[in-house]
């Protein structure tokens, strides 16, 4: 049911449901929600007036209209909502759930200054789909309300409320019994002694019971005061005059922008310690005193210190004295008619209330300090944000100038294309045009002279040369049919300007990032080692506002080596496994984007598991091996010998582990060691090269490597019986033992490289893998030795 949650919280506060009514889109929202978000509209700007007007748009274009109203800056959340033509568009925010969310309209002007409204109505929009909803006069009480949403939720946190079960039984899980708060897990009794053994690294977690880690896990951050004017901001500082806290925006727009304002924490501290000191019991300044010694309350500033009463400015170094040592600042002369009252009240005050109002008047005269001094650094910042904005604007007109003259050498370019084409077609046309001329004269002139020879009337002479200017007509006529009266080029001009992708770039023109990163901040509440991993997590600082294409985490060998790089990506969190055990590392990260990398984080320092705590690997065992017992377990279901590995690899350090035997039947000869991880898993372990054994049965021991036996040990083993295996690969050598006597001499040596712990069994055998033991003695004996 846990997918089911989010159907059942509201789109605008993020909660469950409270009071759910049924919108005419189908959607749901609280009634209190709903309330929230109403918008008052003008009657003539509804959207039912609207339509009657004909001006009006379909429900689909009302959320066109409001999709294209919409507007983010890297999606910051803030938008703002045109429905409706004629009315300003309303800020809006995000809900928890990530849907955009209208606040309600801003209170109206007063009565007496505001004209008489017009009519209106309220109106709704749905925050998930858009959609505009007009409520008539029953308002929200003419939704529906949904009781069935009620009676689903009501279920569904009944269920929630339930035992909570363990997170790591495999089929059936058991009711917890415990919660790890390191670990963020709830435990039933076998699980927690299984997998959060008392002992280790696990040792100084801290188990509770299950009600008070579901408690744990959903405890709130306190919730930080806004401002009234600007609910969006955050209270940051306070003014004197009006005495009422503000932000930064009533400071830069509002009625307070010529206000005197002061640190917030700085005041708050300040008025916090007055309070408690005129309410001391035995300082007798109620009533008329009082309000005789209030006036006489010293003021600190950037500048002079003076007394608010009556009486004479103290000097800067007099300031600077008297606020270190309140004696000499209470003891300065003040003159003026209430003398005698401030007096007697001041020797009222024991000693402990002068040390906590000196304390107080340290305090604050350690804010005034930084205060001027970020002052200061803030007046400076002004300086070089005018410097860097005269230098940035003189080379933005130097780059838009370099633009306009690379578009202007361009239109040059193609005038000439178009000059060329120009000239081209002119003489085209001029050259037919001589030819056509010169062909109209020369068949004028023909034309001419068959008309005098028609008009002759000497019949001999006409017939001796008719056939000759018959055959100069028909073959001049033929000239005149060729295309000769078509004209060669055509008055359009064939050049088409592609000006799109430029257009196009030109809109697309804007600042990019020219700055590198800032150096990522490590989280170290969620970085943390588990047996030869390290989980690593980071951050951009919480004000950059640089983009960042991706990161470098880097880590160290475990001796203090060179660093290098074990992960470059977009994500914030990446886990490093394969490392060392019992060894400590060093890692760091960077950022980078298009314009560099940035420094590097902080190094942080970890150490991993002093001892590897591992099962057997199903993914690279022989499909015979059967597994149990959250795979420490394990036998076979054929009477060929057959290879499973341990799921950790080990290249440095000193290991031990043990494999108890659990049943052995028909004196079969399992074998016991280290391989690699590509050995043979259909064959005893150590019939090749890629594995170290040691195969023993029920009398006697060998020791195996590439088909070759090796040191017979008498003593074997029996149900019950437990083999110990022992890599020192500091001292590069595998050792065995049975039931904790060493059995034979140092079985292999000169090792090197990874090595996996291995079994080879057949259905005859069954053992249980036990991880994380200390070194056996007969070992750390000889190992104290010189």
């Known amino acids: 049911m846990e997918e089911m949650e989010e159907e059942l919280k509201c789109p605008v506060c993020g909660s469950f449901y409270r009071e759910p009514i049924i919108l005419p889109c189908s959607h749901n929202l609280c009634q209190a929600c709903a309330r929230n978000i109403l918008v008052q509209t003008p009657d003539s700007e509804s959207p039912q007036s609207r339509r009657a007007s004909g001006s009006a748009v379909s429900d689909y274009d009302y959320l066109d209209l409001d999709k294209m109203s919409l507007y983010s800056e890297a999606d910051s959340g803030y938008g703002s909502y045109g429905g409706f033509a004629s009315a300003p568009t309303t800020p809006c925010q995000k809900s928890p759930n990530g849907v955009r969310v209208f606040p309600p309209a801003a209170p109206p002007p007063p009565a007496a200054l505001a004209p008489p409204p017009p009519p209106r109505n309220a109106c709704l929009t749905c925050p998930q789909c858009h959609r505009s909803l007009v409520l008539d006069e029953r308002g929200l009480r003419g939704f529906p309300r949904n009781r069935l949403l009620e009676g689903v939720i009501d279920r569904y946190q009944q269920g929630r409320a339930a035992a909570l079960r363990c997170q790591l039984c495999e089929k059936a899980p058991k009711e917890a019994a415990v919660m790890c708060e390191q670990c963020d897990v709830f435990y039933c009794d076998p699980c927690r002694l299984r997998c959060h053994p008392p002992r280790g690294p696990l040792a100084k977690h801290r188990l509770v019971p299950p009600a008070q880690g579901r408690v744990s896990r959903r405890l709130s951050p306190r919730k930080i005061s806004t401002c009234t004017d600007h609910e969006l901001e955050n209270h940051s500082m306070y003014c004197v005059q009006c005495k009422s806290p503000v932000c930064y925006q009533c400071l830069e727009e509002g009625k307070h922008s010529s206000h005197e304002v002061k640190a917030l924490g700085a005041m708050w501290k300040l008025h916090k310690n007055w309070v408690q000191l005129w309410e001391q019991p035995d300082l007798e300044l109620a009533g008329k005193a009082q309000q005789e010694a209030a ?33 000499f600042v209470l003891a300065a002369p003040v003159h003026g008619a209430q003398q005698g009252g401030e007096q007697r009240a001041l020797n009222k005050l024991s000693p402990a209330q002068l040390s906590q109002l000196s304390q107080a008047l340290n305090g604050l005269s350690d804010r005034a300090k930084e205060a001027k001094e970020f002052l200061v650094q803030l007046r400076n910042m002004v300086q070089q944000i005018q410097e860097n904005s005269v230098e940035f604007e003189a080379c933005l007109v130097a780059q838009c100038d370099a633009l306009i003259d690379a578009l202007n050498r361009r239109k040059a370019q193609l005038l000439s294309r178009v000059n060329k084409e120009h000239e081209h077609k002119l003489k085209v046309v001029r050259d037919q045009i001589s030819h056509c001329t010169v062909k109209l004269r020369q068949t004028t002139g023909l034309m001419e002279y068959c008309l005098e020879v028609i008009k002759e009337n000497d019949p001999s002479g006409f017939l001796q040369i008719s056939d000759a200017l018959i055959r100069r007509v028909h073959m001049t006529e033929d000239q005149w049919g060729k295309g000769t009266l078509t004209p060669r080029m055509t008055t359009d001009f064939d050049l088409n300007l592609d000006n799109a992708p430029l257009l196009q770039s030109i809109h697309q023109l804007d600042f990019v990032q020219m700055k590198v990163p800032a150096p990522p901040i490590l989280q170290l509440e969620e970085c943390c080692t588990h047996n030869n991993s390290a989980t690593l997590s980071w951050k951009q600082p919480p004000l950059s506002t640089v983009q960042v294409e991706g990161y470098i985490l880097e880590l160290d060998d475990g001796n203090g080596g060179q660093f290098r790089e074990v992960y470059v990506g977009k994500e914030t969190m990446c886990t490093v496994d394969g490392l060392h055990f019992n060894s400590t590392y060093s890692a760091r990260v ?13 190094t942080l320092v970890l150490q991993t598991s002093e001892v590897a705590w591992f099962s057997f690997d199903p993914s690279s065992a022989h499909a015979d091996i059967i597994f149990s017992n959250d795979n420490l377990t394990v036998t076979c279901n054929s009477y060929d010998d057959r290879v499973v590995l341990g799921k950790t690899g080990f290249s440095k350090g000193l290991h031990y582990w043990e494999l108890s035997i659990d049943r052995y039947d028909n004196h079969p000869d399992p074998a016991f060691g280290v391989a690699r991880i590509d050995v043979l898993k259909d064959a005893m372990l150590g019939k090749d090269d890629k594995a170290w054994a040691m195969y023993v049965d029920n009398n006697r021991s060998w020791f195996m490597h590439n088909n070759s036996h090796t040191n017979r040990t008498e003593g074997g083993i029996t149900k019950g019986a437990t083999v110990g295996v022992l890599l020192d690969l500091t001292r ?16 292999f040596e000169n090792l090197e490289g990874l090595f996996f712990p291995a079994v080879s069994l057949n259905r005859n055998v069954q053992v249980t893998l036990h991880t994380g033991l200390p070194v056996p003695e007969f070992y750390a004996s000889r190992s104290a030795m010189p």
Request: no cysteine; proline share 8%; charged share 15%.
């Open 295 to 327: 006036p006489q309350i010293l003021l600190l500033s950037t500048g002079p210190v003076y007394w608010s009463g009556p009486g004479s400015a103290l000097d800067q170094n007099e300031a600077a004295a008297g606020v270190k040592l309140l004696g």
């Open 590 to 602: 960077k950022a980078f984007n298009k314009s560099g990398v940035s420094p590097y984080s902080k």
């Open 732 to 747: 590069r050598t595998l050792t065995f033992s049975i039931n904790e006597d060493q059995q034979g001499p140092v079985a």
